[in-house]
């Protein structure tokens, strides 16, 4: 796994497993014994549906980074331009500066080449 759960996924199969409990609870002490059919088909289908929904929805949500933020900017463009060499010719802070500008990277206006390069690297977008 990538991360930790989600706490809505654990929320829903927790409520899940304690819906079985419920079960096992209407069977020992409700109806010591047997459960009748439609009871059963109820509580096996429709109730823990019912359960695992609300307890989905009613969990508090676990924020996420954006889109953009884990796959730079270009991953949603498609249509970014190589990287300027990172030495020698065309290898200006202009030409980097233009490259972060049109991936999306904001760098400041005293930032050197090496900083904006270090900075398209931090955003995920290809340097190479």
Do not use: N
């Amino acid at each position: 796994m990538s991360g930790p759960i989600e706490v809505k996924v654990s929320a829903a199969a927790i409520a899940s497993a304690l819906t079985g409990l419920g079960l096992w609870a209407l069977q020992v002490y409700v109806f010591r014994g047997e459960v009748p059919l439609p009871v059963l088909a109820a509580v096996q289908t429709v109730i823990p549906a019912l359960v695992t929904f609300f307890a989905g929805y009613l969990a508090p949500h676990t924020p996420r980074p954006s889109l953009r933020a884990v796959a730079g900017a270009h991953a949603l463009d498609g249509d970014l331009p190589d990287p300027p060499p990172q030495h020698g010719a065309g290898s200006s802070k202009t030409a980097w500066a233009d490259y972060a500008s049109a991936a999306g990277v904001d760098v400041g206006a005293h930032a050197s080449r090496d900083d904006i390069i270090a900075a398209c690297q931090a955003a995920h977008v290809p340097t190479d």
